[in-house]
């Protein structure tokens, strides 16, 4: 079935340091790549998506980038602030228009000041 | 408030209760979805509607669960005879082409 794994659960970077999330997908169909930010007892956010017609996308000290071969794509957060403090959950799903989205298990990143 | 909005947002219950959740999607989304989150784990999946329509359902949604969406506005999700197991966030989230919008969850909790 469909399945997206995400890796590490957990990660700690001082301030200023860059973050690297990673996952995979089962689903060779899938062809949007969402990424959200979820603060402590407050809902799921859009960060940045990426669609699989691109390879690699940027916004400000966000990029995305998607290896469809491989299926794998990665977030990455440069010059990390506490602010980015957050559970970060990667998507994938079949149908950028409207189709469901299945979630990775979550990346609880902490930055410290 | 044009976001997407859920009620109640916490609910305790006994198990073998029935309960009942409610979300206004953003007007103008024609697509409307419901997660449920557990603890230390990613939304999953449990069904989703265009309009009034029922599209999917997951595996994981047994028949003790149902949802509803009858004027393709406001959608509603029964859990009958609650089991402790039931205990979670339920999210609802609509979207139009793009970003799917989340809600604040109701929190359930069967005691």
């Known amino acids: 079935g469909e399945n997206v794994e995400q890796h590490p659960s957990t990660l700690s970077v001082q301030e200023g340091d860059s973050a690297v999330i990673k996952c995979t997908y089962s689903?060779?169909?899938?062809?949007?790549f969402p990424w959200y930010k979820q603060e402590l007892g407050k809902r799921p956010q859009l960060i940045i998506d990426i669609r699989s017609n691109v390879g690699e996308k940027k916004d400000q000290r966000i990029a995305v980038t998607l290896n469809k071969t491989a299926k794998h794509f990665s977030l990455h957060i440069t010059e990390t602030q506490p602010e980015d403090s957050a559970v970060y959950f990667c998507?994938?799903?079949?149908?950028?228009?409207?189709?469901?989205?299945?979630f990775g298990q979550g990346t609880e990143l902490s930055v410290k000041p | 408030d044009t976001g997407v909005s859920q009620n109640p947002r916490h609910k305790i219950t006994k198990r073998g209760q029935n309960v009942t959740f409610r979300c206004d999607p953003i007007s103008e989304h024609n697509r409307l979805y419901w997660y449920r989150q557990t603890l230390g784990q990613g939304p999953e999946f449990l069904t989703y509607f265009q309009n009034e329509a029922q599209l999917e359902k997951s595996r994981l949604l047994s028949d003790r669960f149902s949802a509803e969406r009858p004027k393709g506005s406001f959608s509603t999700l029964e859990i009958q005879r609650t089991e402790q197991g039931d205990s979670a966030m339920y999210l609802c989230a609509s979207r139009v082409p793009g970003e799917l919008f989340f809600g604040e969850g109701s929190r359930l909790t069967v005691l």
């Open positions: 998507a994938a799903s079949r149908d950028n228009q409207g189709g469901k989205l299945i």
């Open positions: 689903d060779s169909a899938s062809n949007y």
